[in-house]
Nanobody, 128 residues
């Protein structure tokens, strides 16, 4: 059974960077599609990035983070990452990683219902 644990959240000033980690245990993360979601105060959880099985170098982003965030995975470390640059106050929220042992169609790659395994979330606060 795959288990996921996020880390790397914290307080950062506007314009700063953070790298979130999603450490997997119990299974090989490389055989799963992965995604990052976030829940900002007052809103529902939303998908912001995904990387499917066999996507190779391809990855997908919500328009709110495209060009600033980068999703990746390290097979040897069995860990997924979300590099977040140029952070803004509106990026404040709880960030979750998720995984599923299948390749969702592209239009559903960032939909919650596609994912079975979830981490507990890590808080990101962007404030001066």
């Amino acid at each position: 059974q795959l288990s996921l644990v996020e880390s790397g959240g914290g307080l950062v000033q506007p314009g700063g960077s953070l790298r979130l980690s999603c450490t997997a245990s119990g299974a090989t993360l490389a055989t799963y599609s992965i995604a990052w979601f976030r829940q900002v105060p007052g809103k529902e959880r939303e998908g912001i990035s995904c990387k499917r099985i066999s996507d190779g170098i391809n990855a997908y982003y919500d328009r709110s983070v495209k060009g600033r965030f980068t999703i990746s995975r390290d097979t040897a470390a069995n860990t997924g990452y979300l590099q977040m640059n140029s952070l803004q106050p509106e990026d404040t929220g709880i960030y979750y990683c998720a995984a599923v042992a299948k390749r969702p169609i592209l239009s559903e790659c960032m939909m919650e219902r596609q994912y079975v395994h979830w981490g507990q979330g890590t808080q990101v606060t962007v404030s001066s």
